[in-house]
Nanobody, 126 residues
């Protein structure tokens, strides 16, 4: 099992940047594909970005492509989400998640992720 703890959320003006971190417990972090999801008030949780175990493959939702970057440091058991050019519609609780299935490519659906963090709030003011 793995435990995930997100950090780095906060309040930022539109056009600003934030970097979210997700620290994982345990010594097997490099065996998990990792994903970031978000949930805005009154909306369902949605996919944001995913990265495979080695960090060589990444996927993004169309709404964040070109603005957000997912990365990982397996030596530090941490996955990151660099968010630039933030918009008010990016306001949400952001969750990181871990997928242990060792798929060929990282999943974009929520069902594949068995482990979730508690979330961190990101608020973008206009």
């Amino acid at each position: 099992q793995v435990q995930l703890v997100e950090s780095g959320g906060g309040l930022v003006q539109a056009g600003g940047s934030l970097r979210l971190s997700c620290a994982a417990s345990g010594r097997t972090f490099s065996t998990y594909d990792m994903g970031w999801f978000r949930q805005a008030p009154g909306k369902e949780r949605e996919f944001v970005a995913a990265i495979n175990r080695s960090g060589s493959t990444t996927y993004y939702a169309d709404s964040v492509k070109g603005r957000f970057t997912i990365s990982r440091d397996n030596a530090k058991n941490t996955v990151y989400l660099q968010m630039n050019s933030l918009k008010p519609e990016d306001t949400a609780v952001y969750f990181c998640a871990a997928d242990s299935r060792r798929s060929i490519v990282p999943a974009r659906g929520q069902n594949g992720y068995a482990y979730w963090g508690q979330g961190t709030q990101v608020t973008v003011s206009s």
